[in-house]
């Protein structure tokens, strides 16, 4: 699904470099990269305040305790998305309480949203999924109407433009009180391990998380608030430095392959290729298609058969896993949410892909099909 390898070779000297002097000033935790990927970072998105952290999952736990909720609060957010943007919301005793999604940009569907607004309702968590913003222009005026806080899940987006309807931009994780980063990996922004990030324009919340990240400490051995551990590595700021500085490249490498699929594989009746929304740019961490009157894992088997990886992103909504039964949803409550985790289907995307890669993909899901080429 992604080249690492390929890509790390291309940047292997200047990476390996960074990599070096980290070893060589024996600066592992809270380095000068940290600080140095922290300020670069924030003035990549244009945000006064970045705290790095320990993954991006941390990132929303963290983001939660800063808001001061109480057990049994209610947080909206999705059931179509990665587990952790839930998980975080339950560890802290807090209620996910989920709305569907938009079955065009598999995000948050902000006409949903409003009637699950109640006096526990304390949050919004719009996941901004495969690459694309979800509508924060609507998910705002909700908010500022019922005076809830908007934590926006960027770890798919980071470096997606919202566009506002006036044309003005913002990037991603920066509209909403709090915006939230995962370098893992195969992020568009990934490190060589785990990482992660909190962004926010707020100076209160800034010195509220940057206390929570280090053991709820602002002056070391004393403890303001209960808080965590969690750190981004000092080798991993080393290398966010270097591909930083590459992120708008990525994108645009991505986009090229999502323009050629969605050239080649138009016209197809079983296909729905991935739906660009006007409010957003897309950086295409996935690229998604629909599956229509055709079955989806004979598709994958024989995908598999050429050496194409598929992935399902997400197979089993996260209303219908077990370990969130006890909040009482079952199946048929997310319509949209549950179709699409039947018929979505994720091929290779990334900053790497030779033209005779996708030429291929295109040709063997078309031989597929029973479509011509
Ligand atoms: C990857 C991801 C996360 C978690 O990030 P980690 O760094 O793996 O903890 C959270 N939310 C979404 C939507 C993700 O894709």
New binding site residues.
């Given amino acids: 699904m992604v080249d690492l390898k390929r890509q790390y070779v291309r940047f292997r000297d200047e990476i390996d470099m960074a990599i070096q002097e980290v070893l060589d000033s024996t600066a592992f935790i809270n380095g000068p990269s940290v600080k140095a990927f922290r300020d670069e970072f924030a003035s990549y998105l244009d945000v006064p305040h970045v705290i790095p952290c320990?993954?991006?999952?941390?990132?929303?736990q963290v983001a939660l305790m800063a808001l001061d909720l109480q057990p049994g609060d209610e947080v909206i957010t999705t059931p179509f998305?990665?587990?952790?943007?839930i998980e975080v919301i339950k560890l802290l005793r807090l209620v996910p309480v989920l709305a569907d999604v938009d079955p065009r940009s598999f995000n948050i569907d902000p006409g949903q949203i409003e009637q699950l607004v109640t006096k526990k309702t304390k949050a919004i968590i719009p996941?901004?999924?495969f690459g694309q913003c979800a509508h924060m222009e609507s998910i705002e005026d909700i908010s500022r109407k019922h005076g809830l806080y908007v934590i926006e899940?960027t770890?798919?987006a980071v470096g997606t433009d919202y566009i506002f309807q006036d044309g003005g931009r913002k990037k991603a994780g920066t509209i909403g009180n709090i915006g939230?980063a995962?370098?893992?990996p195969?992020?568009n922004l990934g490190c060589y391990g785990?990482?992660?990030a909190i962004i926010t324009r707020d100076a209160a919340l800034h010195h509220k998380i940057q206390a929570i990240v280090n053991h709820g400490s602002r002056t070391k051995y004393y403890y303001d608030e209960v808080g965590v551990n969690s750190r981004l590595d000092t080798l991993q700021a080393a290398i966010l430095r270097v591909k930083l500085r590459y992120l708008d490249s990525f994108h645009e490498a991505r986009q090229k392959v999502a323009e050629t699929y969605d050239a080649k594989l138009r016209n197809i009746p079983q296909l729905i290729p991935p739906a660009r929304v006007s409010w957003s740019t897309h950086i295409f961490?996935q690229y998604t298609l629909i599956l229509q009157d055709a079955d989806r894992e004979q598709l994958r088997d024989y995908l598999k058969s050429k050496e194409i990886p598929v992935m399902i992103y997400y197979p089993l909504p996260l209303h219908l896993q077990d370990a969130y039964k006890d909040l009482g949803y079952r199946l048929g409550d997310f319509p949209v949410t549950e179709s699409l985790s039947g018929t979505v289907f994720s091929i290779p995307m990334h900053t790497e892909m030779e033209s005779e890669q996708i030429e291929y993909i295109c040709h063997h899901i078309k031989t597929f099909l029973k479509q011509d080429d």
């Fill in positions: 320990a993954n991006g999952t941390d990132a929303l998305s990665f587990i952790a943007s996941v901004h999924l899940d770890a798919q939230t995962s370098f893992f195969s992020k785990d990482g992660g961490h």
